[in-house]
């Protein structure tokens, strides 16, 4: 059995009267768009609720399925001790869920923390739902730092496990929008924040899935939302079936946003198969990048190719533009996956005697000893977007001042230690937030006194 329904909310504690004291009198109409949510959950009597919370236990690369028996939580943390829950775990559809993606090799399962307390992002949605639902266990699913097609293929899987259990089942993405829709918020103000806002609501409301793939890393970090993968994840789960969507609110009263729609899946539509749509695409975008890539990322790829599928370094090869054999400098090899980083690595100055034999040897460290990511295995060289950048000799500066973000990447040495940005990231915006950065790299304290070099790249694709 298909999933019955499926539902877009937030999850501000604020919303619970005992909580609120009050206060979630100014959002009123998201709760009166949640007691639909509620009521149209009891009305279809589900066996399980399924709940991606944002904040469930989260790993970079793995979806961790909450497990046990159960697990209990209260709003303890928000001065609300007196509300609390105790939770069933549909036990069957979690082994099923696991199990298939054992079988398929997917990063998710039960493995990792065995947090017991639930999170708000699981209570809220359940303090409505309980009102009108008695009888009925939960699975609940941590995000990931995966990319979105990873939490679209979740779902997928999610939904081919309720088919196969023949569940009653209903879909909860938990997840709240911008946090930066004003100066006066509680976390300020970007512009990024309306934008998002307004983009996400009008794709939802239009069950426009595919359009989620849109939604750029560094875009949605600026908005400083928190829900984008929960929504994803539920449309995995609605994968290949026409949708009817209705939106039921949007407030942004408090300097967050709080999204609720409801979406009702019908009879199977192959035109609504997303991900496939997504990797064709995809394919395209990087059949033509492919073809466009100068002599640095060639080089640059078919070291990483060689290495990873066969484990040999290849020689320099002998049709190389000449100041690519003859000239020596730093380099750094930066690999994106799906609009992530994958992996970078790289050379401030010259170790080896040319600039082909730099990238050589950088391109196989981004890709296999990037101590922040595993390695790449070959079923992801298709994929993988790589960018050259080759530098000047880093020079002294006084100040701050003598910095761009756009022009030069800096150098933070201090204490024995030292932190390298490159230039015109997607991100970084202003030389304290790349100074900062580059601190971090490095593990310079703010208080630390330090030394500024900066440095310029020329940037091969």
């Not at 939960?138 to 899987?157: C, D, F, K, N, T």
């Not at 020596?328 to 992530?340: E, L, N």
């Amino acid at each position: 059995m298909p999933i019955l329904e499926a539902y877009m909310v937030p999850h501000p504690p604020l919303i619970v009267p005992d909580v609120g004291k009050g206060g979630e009198a100014q959002i009123e109409e998201t709760t009166r768009a949640y007691e639909e949510v509620a009521k149209r959950i009891g009305d279809l009597k589900p066996d399980t609720v399924i709940i991606s919370s944002p904040h469930a236990t989260m790993y970079a690369d793995y979806f961790h399925i909450s497990p046990g028996d159960g697990a209990a939580g209260s709003f303890a943390d928000f001065r609300a001790p007196q509300v609390e829950f105790r939770e069933t775990y549909d036990t069957e559809l979690v082994r099923r869920i696991s199990f298939l993606a054992d079988k398929d090799f997917f990063p998710a399962g039960t493995e990792g923390e065995r947090q017991r307390k639930l999170d708000h992002g699981t209570m809220v949605p359940l303090y409505f739902i309980r009102k009108y639902l008695k009888d009925y266990k939960i699975v609940r699913i941590g995000l990931s730092g995966l990319p979105l097609a990873e939490h679209y293929r979740m779902g997928m899987l999610i939904a081919k496990a309720v088919e196969e259990t023949g569940r009653r089942v209903v879909y909860v993405a938990s997840g709240d929008l911008s946090h930066k829709l004003q100066v006066h918020g509680p976390y300020g103000f970007a512009p990024e924040g309306p934008e998002y806002d307004k983009r996400i609501m009008d794709v939802c409301s239009r069950a426009a899935f595919g359009e989620l793939f849109d939604f750029e890393e560094h875009f949605c970090e600026k908005a400083a939302e928190c829900g984008h993968r929960s929504f994803v994840m539920m449309a995995g789960a609605l994968n290949g079936r026409a949708v009817e969507a209705v939106k039921l609110s949007h407030q942004d009263v408090t300097g967050v946003g709080y999204g609720i729609c409801y979406f009702r899946p019908g009879d199977p539509d192959p035109s609504r198969e997303f991900l496939k749509a997504y990797y064709q695409g995809l394919d395209e975008k990087l059949r033509m990048q492919k073809e466009g890539e100068d002599a640095y990322v060639k080089l640059a790829r078919a070291s990483l190719e060689s290495y990873i599928t066969k484990g040999e370094v290849i020689s320099v090869p002998g049709d190389l533009p000449s100041e690519m054999t003859s000239e020596r400098a730093g380099a750094f090899v930066s690999i994106h996956k799906q609009g992530r980083l994958r992996g970078c690595i790289g050379t401030i100055l010259p170790v080896t005697n040319c600039v082909a034999k730099e990238i050589i040897q950088n391109a196989i460290s981004a890709s296999t000893r990037d101590p922040r990511f595993s390695p790449i295995t070959e079923s992801e060289i298709p994929y993988l977007e790589i960018n050259v950048d080759v530098l000047t000799k880093p020079e002294d500066i006084a100040s701050p001042a003598e910095l761009d973000v756009k022009k030069y990447g800096v150098i933070v040495s201090g204490g024995g230690r030292r932190g390298l940005l490159l230039p015109d990231l997607d991100g970084v915006d202003s030389v304290e937030q790349q100074i900062d950065i580059a601190r971090q790299k490095g593990g310079i304290m703010p208080d630390e006194d330090v030394r500024l070099q900066r440095f310029e790249v020329v940037r091969h694709r």
